[in-house]
Structure formats: C-alpha cells, structure tokens
C-alpha cells in the first residue's frame, strides 16, 4: 500500500472521508443542519474535481479492484451526478422535519455511491456483488427516508424486497458462472471463453438480476411505486445515478468480460430492449403524478440505452455512455424544476403545472428544453444521444429494432408533450406562483442546462469517449 | 466564413435580439428587422449566385464549406447551394418575411411568438443549405417541433388535438426517415472507402441495389409525409386550419416543400434504380392525392379548410410531377413548388386578414366582402387565378409545365395517371370560383360587416409582397427556371442512368 495506491483508488478513499464527516458531524448539537449542509456540498464538490486528476491505470489487491481511465470516466459521471442532487436536495435537507438527520441522509448516500464504485471497479465477480449490495442496501433505507409518511415506508419495504430478489437472482448466474468456470476473476473468465448452454443461462441470470436494478421489462413493477413514494432526491438518485451504475455495470461486464461470446448476450438484450420500450410507453401514456410519469419514462429510456448493445464493439460501449451522460443531465434538469415546485409548494401532479410557464417562465424554458431534450429533439444533446444509439443498433444491421425505437420515441414525444402543453397552453385560475430559488438549486439547474445545450455541438467529449474504449 | 451561414446566423440573432427586448413594440421591429435583413440578404445571394455562374463556375455546388464535426462517425458540416436550393431559400425568405409583417397584431406572449416563427424558419434554411444528411435531418426536426408550441399556443379552434396530431404524424415520419438515413449511410461505402453522410459523396459512390429497394419506402415516405402524400396527409388540414396565420403560411408555404425537397434530393437522387423500380406505386398515391385534395376542397366551409385541401392537392402534383423523372416534368414540379409556396402563403395570409375582421371562417356566413375591405378581396382574386392557373400568374407557369412533361411518359399508365391529375385543374377552378362567388360577391350578408377597416399598412406590405413575386414568375418565369434546369439535367443523369 502506498501513496499511489491511495491515488488509484482516490474516488473511494476521499468518500471514505466524507462519510466519515458525516458521522462525525451528527455528534454534534442540531443547529448546524445549515452548516452541515454546506459543508457536504463543499467537500463533495472538492472530492469531485479530485476525481478529474488522470491517473495510470492499475489493478490492485490482487487484481480484485480495476481501475482505468474509462473507469475514472465512468465514476466522475456518477459523481457529478450526484453533486447535483445533493444541491438539489439543499431545501429538502435543511426543512425542519429533518431535523438532525441530514447526516444520516448524507452518510447513506454517500455509502450507495461507494457501493457503485465498487461496482464499476470490480475485478472479481465477488467484488461486484459486494459492491452491489452496498450500493442496494442502504437505497432501501434512503426510499423510507420520510417514515412519516406512509408511502414512504411502503417505498422502502417494496425496494428491500425487490433488491432482495434480484440479488438472488444475480447469485444464481454467478454461481453458475463459477461452477463452469472455476474462478470468478474476470480477466481469467474472459481468457477462457467457453460456450454452452449453461453459460447461456448463467448471462441471463446475471442480466436479469441487473435488469431490476435498470428497471427493464418484466423487471420493473417496483418502479413506478417506489420512484412515487421516496422522497424527491431520492427519486431522483435512483432514475439517474442507479440506474447509471448497474448499466456502467452491465456494459463493462458484457463489453470485457463475456466479449467473445456476444451472441450470446444480444437476443436477450433485443427482446428486453423491446419489452421495455413498448411496456414503460404504454404505462407513461396516462401517469398523472410526476414521479410516476418519470418513473415509466425513465423505463422506457433504459430500453433505448440497450439499443447501444447491439453493436459489440467501440461505438457501441460509447454510444451508451454518451446517451447515459446525456440522459442524466436531462432527467436532472426535469428533477431539478421539479424540486423546487415541490420544496415551494408541495405539488407533484401534473395538472398542477398548468400554466405553469405563465409565473415561471424561467423554470418553464428549462423544464421544456430538457423534456426535449428527453424526447430526443434538436438542437438539445438528446437529439445526438438517441440517433448515436441508433446508429450503434443499425450498424449491426438492425433495422427493425431501430425502427421500433424511433416509433417509441415518437410515442415518448406524445407524453412529454403532455407536460409542455400543461405548462404552456393549458389555463389555470390558479397556477403555481411564481418561485424563488435558491443559489444551490440555480446552479444545479445550470450545470444541467450548459451540458443538454452544449454536449450536442461539442463533438471532442464524443471523440473522447470513444478513445477510450 | 462561408456566406451561407448568414442565413442561420441572421435569424440566430434576431432570435438573441427579440429574447433582449424590452417589450412587445421592439420585439416586433426587431424581427420586422431581422427578416428583412434576411430577404435583402437572400437576393444578395441569388446576385452572387448568378455571378459565379456567369463567371463560368459549373460546379454543381457552389459556396461549398466542408468542415468534420464528428470524425469517428464521419458527420460533417458541409453546406452548399446549387439553382434548387438558391430558389428555396429566396421562396422562404419571401414567405418568412411576410409571415412577420401579417403576424404584426399577435398580443399573447409576442416574443415567444416570434422566436418560435423564426426557429422554424431557421430550421428550414438549415435544411435548404445542408449536404450532409445529419445536418440535414437535424435541421428538418428543428423546423418541425416549433409546430406544436405554435399552433398549441397562439392557434384557434381545436387546437391542442390539431397541434399533438400534427406534431406525432411528422415526428412518426421523421422515424421512417431515420431508418432511411441510417440506411443510406451504412450502405454508402458499398466499394470501399469510409462511410458517409455526405450527399454529394454518397450520389458519387452509388448505393447497392437491395439497400435502395429496402430503403427507398423509408424515405420517400418519410418526407413525403411532410409533402402531405396520401393516406399520410390527414395531419394537413386540421393542422392549417388551427394554426395561427403566420404559421400556416409557412407550414404551407414552405415546410411542405421540404418534403418535395427531400424526396427529391434524398430518396429519388441517391436510390435512382429503387425510384425506378417503385415509381408506379408512388405515382398512384399522389394521383389520388391531387384528386382527392381538389374534391376534398369542393366540399369544406371553413375557408382554411379549403386552402388546406387544396394544398393536399397541390403538393401531390409536386411528387407526381417529380416521379415523372423527366426535364420539363421536374422543372415543373420545381416551379410548381415556388408558386405554390407563394400563392398559398398569400391566401393564408388574406384568409387571416378577413378572419380577423370577421371573426368567421365559415364562407355561408360573409358575402360581398368585396364591397367592404376591397383591398383584401382584390388579392384574393389574384391568388384565387394564380391557384386555379390562370396565364400571366405562376400556377399556369407551374401547372403547364408539368403537364407538358407528364405527357412524354409514353406508356399507358402514365398517360392514364396524367390525365386523372390534369381533372384536378377543372375541380380547381370550382373550389375557387365557388369561394370568390359567395365570399367576395353578392351582397352584404352582415351590416355589422359594413364598418369593417380594409387592410392596414403592414398586411398590404406582406400581402403585396407575395403578390409581386407571383406576378413575376408568371410574367417571366423564364429566369427561374434556367435557374432551376441546370442543377437538374445534372440530376437527372443520375436519375435516368
């Protein structure tokens, strides 16, 4: 263990010592919420640019933890993801009914995040179900964060439940795995490709199992009712950062690990893709709460990410990043709005935003760019996400697949639209007044907003991805 | 910099200037400002333009920048211009700059407005200059999805259903489009080479022959939506007749044109042995398109309706001219595009006018709006003759023109085709003469109509506009279409080898 070692794994030590802030800051008397706060999001901001330093690639302990540039990549997107929830959880956290236990929310989440690192860098089978279930664990307890209310608890149980299945689910492929192969070191899976029907099973055990956690089709009735009953930040944690480790996940266990045997893997990703897509628009066509209505929407996009895996090599892994990246940012721009409609007023239907853009024109512009973004509509970076993701199915000669994407993204438009007519051009007597926010929540909302504009144009961040593949 | 990109770029920044305005008076005159710019701009173009060829420049583009946006993928910004296009862009800068001075009395959310009209005009000026099918595509979306906010917002009647219905049948061509362009450019490296979106590039490196019969449909049909093709035309109707006057002049005007444009230059351009191959089934929809449309006409009430219809009918004659894939029939198809972008822009923007002094569309409820608001009535007239193709307007130009070409096909089918089509002139002539008999004649149904004022100085200014540029067409059409030939016989060398 030396200092470069420390260096390698610099995402997880520096967390180490946050969450280790974090325990130490509960101890103290209740009426630091405020500074307790703000000295999360200061920290947190410093361990993310830490985690833009280059490093080398390495292998350690054995070569249980992988680390890479892709990895840092892959870690940083998460981690900026996170930074804008924690700003945009400010106004939740600080509210009174938190009273002494913003640390215990911190401490949680922070916890989750290190699981997903563990996830990302695992080198070992072992060490990404152990990541898992960190990350999965204390998600259950974060969904129950407002025991108060009932919905909330419901919430909690529901995901215990589900992660509990899944994980089982996950266990059996990777015992399969083992038993075929005698060793659940990736690089030395990957060296032997073997072929079977076994394996066969073993990689749709393994799938399935991160499919609950992608929330793809059949794997995702938890959704909808834990996405409603969590607390907003959380639901908003699980639609992007979540969802963005198990398919990190995914990709580079797929991608590196089973890499010579892609056969294998890609009809049971073509039929997911299409369930998933067709089932999450059909059940997004008439959700009136918002945190339902981007529950099933969040679905369906995890069926467009699978599109990407269609083709097994560089513009495949890149497409399903660069769509993750812009994915993340457009759903937390919709979650960042639509967390200060609910720290105002409390408010989550969408017949409440009704007229919405006539009082916030501000919030309104932000929330239609991003819905559009969402939609894949140009100029914004969603239109480049989806047609990359496209072109990487295409290009492996899938054509009707891609067509029934692009008919469902056209379905998808129908539903965001929805929310753009009721902020627009529906009436209302009464809409929501117009809203301060605060400096947290602007500059949530800008990060956001300056990636959905700009990632599109600026094709380096493209190119730079696929350089790393 | 390459001049072409002064067409985005000026309404860029009008865009930037209305969203500064201070309130709704400066927003207006910044985008009186900023289009009138833009179509002194365009006419700069067509100068240059004509210079460059008789310096004796033959390049089949001309203004031609290319610079790599996406290496690995090879999407590049590429623009260019040959006769085609340069014809396109004065016809949307003439539409776009009348669509601002008729618009001059919208009161809800006036910057909003103007953006979202200058975005859409924004978007098809992309297209237009676009020759890399990436840019093309992103341009086409970009014009499409202000729509729904346009009509959505500031439209009448049933306008939310008009807005959605007409937004998702677009957007569920632009799919079928995709298909096509993703298509196209995995196939367009067929004898080795990198792929590419570049249209010239891939025109160049022919396309195999399976790839083009599979994905011909796709295309063709995806921007035929946009050209309103039969049964993929029903979002036309609703979607003009809800839409704001502004905007159905411009959806009218020249977005259906893009569809022409695309199925022209996209489908029928790369993939000539597919548009061969599947031209008689093409030719059979859009002679029902042209017939259907001028009967559809014959039986509405609602004056928008009526253009609507008709518009249905016009457009087809644009694609059945154009599968005709001969000189004179292309060239006709071309013109028939610029005069009916022109004449339809006129008469939605007249319809405007009366409806906004009516407050009716309904033609049983007004009569002998001659009498009253002469001015208005008068161009109707015009624009009436010049639909129904009388000699001296551009209709008659157009019109003839393709019909002449049409009829050197030969072969029984097409012959049988062209005359079904050449019926719609009759039932033309019915719709309108019917609409000026009852609108503008007889007497005066409603004294209350009698107080109407006739037409202020600046819908005389985008009225007159578009009337001009008719009657020059149809005085000297000669120009345009010299214009317009050169790029063709180009094209369809292509086309016919």
Same mark, same amino acid.
């Given at each position: 263990? /030396?200092?470069?070692?420390?260096?390698?794994?610099?995402?997880?030590? +520096?967390?180490?010592?946050?969450?280790?802030?974090?325990?130490?800051?509960?101890?103290?008397?209740?009426?630091?919420?405020?500074?307790?706060?703000?000295?999360?999001?200061?920290?947190?901001?410093?361990?993310? +640019?830490?985690?833009? &330093?280059?490093?080398?690639?390495?292998?350690?302990?054995?070569?249980?933890?992988?680390?890479?540039?892709?990895?840092?990549?892959?870690?940083?997107?998460l981690?900026?993801?996170?930074?804008?929830?924690?700003?945009?959880?400010?106004?939740?956290?600080?509210?009174?009914?938190?009273?002494?236990?913003?640390?215990?929310?911190?401490?949680?989440?922070?916890?989750?995040?290190?699981?997903?690192?563990?996830?990302?860098?695992?080198?070992?089978?072992?060490?990404?179900?152990?990541?898992?279930?960190?990350? /999965?664990?204390?998600?259950?307890?974060?969904?129950?964060?407002?025991?108060e209310f009932r919905r909330s608890a419901e919430a909690g149980a529901k995901l215990l439940m589900s992660s509990a299945v899944s994980s089982a689910v996950l266990l059996f492929g990777l015992s399969l795995m083992y038993g075929i192969y005698g060793t659940l070191q990736m690089e030395d899976i990957a060296q032997m490709n073997l072929n079977s029907d076994i394996h066969t099973i073993a990689i749709i055990f393994f799938i399935s199992g991160l499919?609950?956690? +992608?929330?793809? &089709?059949?794997?995702?009735?938890?959704?909808?009712?834990?996405?409603?009953?969590?607390?907003?930040? &959380?639901?908003?944690?699980?639609?992007?950062?979540?969802?963005?480790?198990?398919?990190?996940?995914?990709? +580079?266990?797929?991608?590196? &690990?089973?890499?010579?045997?892609?056969?294998?893997?890609?009809?049971?990703?073509?039929?997911?893709?299409?369930? /998933?897509?067709?089932?999450?628009?059909?059940?997004?066509?008439r959700q009136k709460n918002m945190k339902r209505f981007l529950a099933f929407s969040s679905i369906t996009q995890a069926g467009f990410m699978l599109l990407g895996f269609m083709n097994f090599g560089r513009i495949g892994m890149t497409t399903i990043v660069y769509f993750m990246l812009i994915y993340g940012l457009s759903n937390l721009a919709v979650f960042g709005v639509l967390s200060i409609i609910v720290r105002a007023t409390g408010k989550e239907s969408m017949d409440d935003l009704n007229g919405f853009y006539s009082t916030n024109p501000r919030l309104g512009l932000v929330m239609l760019l991003s819905l559009f973004s969402l939609a894949g509509i140009p100029p914004v970076a969603g239109f480049f996400g989806k047609f990359f993701l496209f072109t990487a199915a295409a290009s492996a000669g899938m054509y009707i697949l891609v067509f029934i994407a692009v008919l469902n993204a056209t379905i998808s438009l129908y539903y965001y639209l929805l929310v753009v007519k009721a902020m627009f051009i529906n009436k209302n007597e009464t809409p929501i007044p117009s809203i301060q926010s605060t400096f947290y929540e602007k500059l949530a909302i800008g990060i956001c907003l300056t990636g959905i504009l700009a990632i599109g144009f600026v094709s380096q961040l493209y190119e730079y991805i696929q350089g790393l593949m | 910099m390459n001049p072409l990109l002064l067409l985005i770029l000026i309404p860029a920044l009008t865009m930037a200037g209305i969203m500064l305005a201070g309130d709704v008076k400066q927003a207006r005159v910044i985008s009186a400002v900023g289009m009138s710019a833009q179509l002194l701009f365009s006419f700069v173009l067509l100068y240059w333009f004509y210079q460059l060829r008789q310096s004796g420049n033959t390049d089949e583009m001309v203004f031609v920048s290319t610079t790599v946006w996406y290496p690995s993928l090879n999407i590049q910004l590429k623009f260019g211009i040959d006769g085609i296009s340069m014809s396109m862009i004065m016809l949307t800068s003439i539409v776009t700059f009348a669509g601002v001075f008729v618009s001059w009395q919208v009161e809800y959310l006036t910057k909003e407005f103007f953006i979202s009209l200058i975005l859409l005009a924004t978007g098809v000026f992309g297209f237009f200059i676009s020759l890399d099918l990436f840019t093309m595509f992103l341009f086409y979306e970009v014009a499409v999805i202000p729509m729904y906010l346009l009509i959505g917002i500031w439209g009448s009647g049933p306008k939310e259903y008009s807005a959605m219905k007409l937004t998702l049948m677009l957007m569920g061509g632009s799919a079928l489009l995709l298909v096509g362009l993703l298509g196209i450019y995995f196939n367009s490296a067929a004898n080795g080479g990198p792929l590419t979106f570049d249209l010239m590039q891939i025109a160049k490196n022919g396309l195999p022959r399976e790839a083009q019969m599979f994905f011909f449909p796709f295309t063709f049909i995806g921007?035929?939506? $946009?050209?309103?093709?039969?049964?993929?035309?029903? @979002?036309?109707?609703?979607?003009?007749?809800?839409?704001?006057?502004?905007?159905? #002049?411009?959806?009218?005007?020249?977005?259906? !044109?893009?569809?022409?444009?695309?199925?022209?230059? *996209?489908?029928?351009?790369?993939?000539?042995?597919?548009?061969?191959?599947?031209? @008689?089934?093409?030719?059979?929809?859009?002679?029902?398109?042209?017939?259907?449309?001028?009967?559809?006409?014959? @039986?509405? !009430?609602?004056? !928008?309706?009526?253009?609507?219809?008709?518009? *249905?009918?016009?457009?087809? $004659?644009?694609?059945?001219? $154009?599968?005709? #894939?001969?000189?004179?029939?292309?060239?006709?198809?071309? $013109?028939? #595009?610029?005069s009916h972008g022109l004449m339809t822009a006129l008469f939605f923007a007249l319809i405007g006018m009366i409806y906004g002094r009516t407050h009716t569309r309904m033609i049983d409820e007004m009569g002998g709006l001659m009498k009253v608001i002469p001015f208005v009535s008068v161009l109707y007239v015009f624009a009436g003759l010049a639909s129904l193709g009388l000699p001296g307007l551009s209709g008659f130009v157009a019109e003839m023109t393709i019909f002449v070409g049409s009829f050197q096909n030969v072969d029984t089918f097409h012959r049988v085709a062209t005359i079904v089509a050449c019926s719609s002139i009759v039932i033309t002539a019915v719709y309108i003469l019917r609409v000026v008999g009852i609108l503008l004649l007889g007497p005066v149904r409603n004294n209350h109509y009698l107080e109407l004022k006739d037409a202020m100085w600046f819908e005389k200014l985008g009225g007159v506009t578009l009337l001009v540029s008719i009657m020059i067409i149809g005085i000297a059409p000669l120009w345009l279409s010299n214009l317009l030939r050169e790029p063709l016989a180009a094209m369809l060398n292509q086309l016919t080898n």
């Open positions: 263990m /030396t200092w470069n070692t420390l260096f390698i794994m610099r995402h997880e030590v +520096l967390l180490t010592l946050l969450i280790m802030y974090e325990l130490l800051a509960d101890l103290s008397d209740e009426t630091n919420r405020t500074r307790m706060v703000n000295v999360t999001i200061a920290g947190f901001f410093l361990y993310m +640019l830490a985690g833009f &330093v280059p490093s080398e690639n390495a292998a350690l302990f054995g070569g249980m933890y992988v680390n890479d540039e892709l990895r840092v990549l892959l870690k940083n997107i981690s900026v993801s996170t930074f804008i929830v924690l700003l945009q959880s400010s106004g939740w956290a600080k509210s009174p009914i938190h009273q002494g236990r913003a640390g215990a929310f911190y401490l949680t989440l922070l916890s989750t995040l290190m699981g997903m690192f563990f996830m990302i860098s695992a080198g070992d089978f072992l060490m990404l179900y152990l990541g898992l279930e960190l990350a /999965t664990l204390p998600l259950a307890l974060l969904a129950s964060f407002d025991k499919g609950f956690k +992608l929330s793809l &089709v059949p794997f995702h009735l938890w959704t909808a009712d834990v996405y409603e009953g969590s607390p907003l930040p &959380v639901t908003t944690y699980f639609s992007v950062v979540s969802k963005g480790a198990a398919l990190f996940t995914l990709m +580079l266990v797929l991608y590196r &690990v089973f890499r010579y045997q892609p056969e294998e893997w890609r009809m049971p990703l073509y039929t997911l893709s299409v369930l /998933t897509m067709v089932v999450g628009n059909l059940f997004a066509l | 921007f035929g939506i $946009l050209g309103a093709l039969f049964p993929f035309h029903t @979002w036309s109707p609703d979607g003009h007749a809800s839409a704001p006057t502004a905007v159905s #002049m411009l959806h009218a005007g020249v977005l259906m !044109k893009l569809g022409g444009y695309g199925c022209f230059r *996209v489908a029928m351009y790369l993939m000539p042995e597919a548009a061969h191959a599947m031209a @008689w089934f093409f030719i059979i929809l859009t002679t029902v398109s042209v017939v259907y449309g001028a009967f559809g006409a014959i @039986w509405q !009430k609602d004056l !928008k309706y009526i253009n609507a219809y008709s518009s *249905v009918s016009h457009c087809g $004659l644009v694609l059945f001219a $154009l599968l005709m #894939m001969n000189e004179t029939a292309t060239t006709g198809a071309l $013109l028939q #595009m610029i």
